[in-house]
Nanobody, 115 residues
């Protein structure tokens, strides 16, 4: 069974930074792509950023230039560096791993941007 575990969330002031990590563990599952999604209260879950195994990435327009996604394939780990955080970035951030036929989600980590 594959598990994704996120860490690094917390409370930060506007303009601050956080780095999220997501580690995938399990029976040797190899991801085609990994990514970060977020869900704010009362809103649908939305894509934040994704990265493929070969290193191509995609970002939501709202985070371009502020967030950076990276991965360590050997460790099945994906990171999200979040800079210049805004109150509207407040949400639960979820890690997702996509295999050829199956996707897995983490349990989420809360990010709160507030003064």
């Amino acid at each position: 069974q594959v598990q994704l575990v996120e860490s690094g969330g917390g409370l930060v002031q506007p303009g601050g930074s956080l780095r999220l990590s997501c580690v995938a563990s399990g029976s040797g599952f190899s991801f085609v792509a990994m990514g970060w999604y977020r869900q704010a209260p009362g809103k649908q879950r939305e894509l934040v950023a994704t990265i493929t195994r070969i290193g191509s990435w995609n970002y939501a327009d709202s985070v371009k230039g502020r967030f950076a996604i990276s991965s360590d394939n050997a460790k099945n780990t994906v990171y999200l560096q979040m800079n210049s955080l805004k109150p509207e970035d407040t949400a639960v951030y979820y890690c997702k791993g996509d295999g050829m036929y199956t996707s897995y989600w983490g349990q989420g980590t809360q990010v709160t941007v507030s003064s």
